[in-house]
């Protein structure tokens, strides 16, 4: 029974990877890229141990995103100054000007797998649920 779950949660985890593609390739982003842009617009400068916690991500993943972000003219990083140790990354005005596009890929999704925003809510609690269970 439990292989039965883990079987279609990765199926349907990487069927939704595959969905988001045809919507991100346009803005040339990856689907980790859109998950970090969508946590920056909504919250940014962040700093990069925060966003990998949000998105997690360990730093070894999380850095090298964000330097391709930064290449590719979406982010900006530079040194916290009162803590030098500390990298904020904040959105680019490039970003913030695609900010309606990227938002708009979810109503996308959300069309493609004939979900309502309840059903998509529902999901998404469940689905929190699993991803971060309450221990007794």
């Known amino acids: 029974m439990g292989q039965a779950l883990s079987f279609a949660l990765y199926g349907a985890a990487n069927r939704v990877v595959r969905l988001h593609k045809p919507f991100l390739e346009p803005l040339g982003l990856t689907f980790p890229q859109y998950l970090a842009m969508l946590a920056l617009l909504d919250n940014a400068p962040q700093t990069v141990g925060a966003l990998g916690a949000r998105l997690d991500m360990d730093t070894g993943t999380i850095t090298p995103l964000v330097k391709r972000l930064e290449a590719a003219g979406m982010v900006t990083r530079v040194r916290d100054p ?3 140790r500390r990298v904020l990354v904040d959105v680019t005005a490039r970003a913030r000007a ?4 990227i938002r708009g890929v979810n109503a996308k999704i959300k069309s493609a797998c004939q979900l309502t925003w309840e059903g998509i809510d529902d999901l998404r609690q469940t689905l929190d649920g699993l991803a971060h269970p309450v221990v007794d």
């Open 98 to 101: 695609m900010e309606p596009e």
């Open 82 to 84: 009162s803590d030098e």
